[in-house]
């Protein structure tokens, strides 16, 4: 199960997830980011309460880094250890901008 909480501010779009963001969950974040990222020039993705990361899960990352790229930015915040693990193995903790 995901869980995402969303505030827009002043161009940057905040998403808190919570759970896991696996084959069954990516497509949530992946409507959620389409339907979200108009008028958004930067994204903030907490990760606080984020308990697990699939291929899939990374697969929407990166498309999302792809897009905003053009635009104000990506940022990921509070990532776990269990997810940093993930992120690092990949090779993602390279491409992504982790705070």
């Excluded at 949530?28 to 903030?44: H, I, M």
């Excluded at 699939?54 to 104000?72: E, H």
């Excluded at 915040?77 to 491409?95: L, Q, R």
């Amino acid at each position: 199960m995901l869980n995402i909480k969303k505030s827009l501010a002043d161009g940057t779009l905040c998403l808190e997830l919570e759970g896991r963001l696996d084959t069954v969950t990516a497509p949530k974040l992946e409507k959620e980011l389409q339907q979200s990222l108009t008028g958004a020039d930067r994204l903030v993705l907490d990760l606080e309460r984020l308990e697990y990361i699939s291929s899939a899960g990374l697969r929407v990352l990166l498309s999302a880094q792809k897009v905003m790229a053009a635009r104000g930015g990506m940022k990921l915040t509070h990532v776990g250890p269990v997810v940093m693990e993930v992120f690092e193995i990949t090779g993602f903790a390279d491409i992504l901008t982790i705070v």
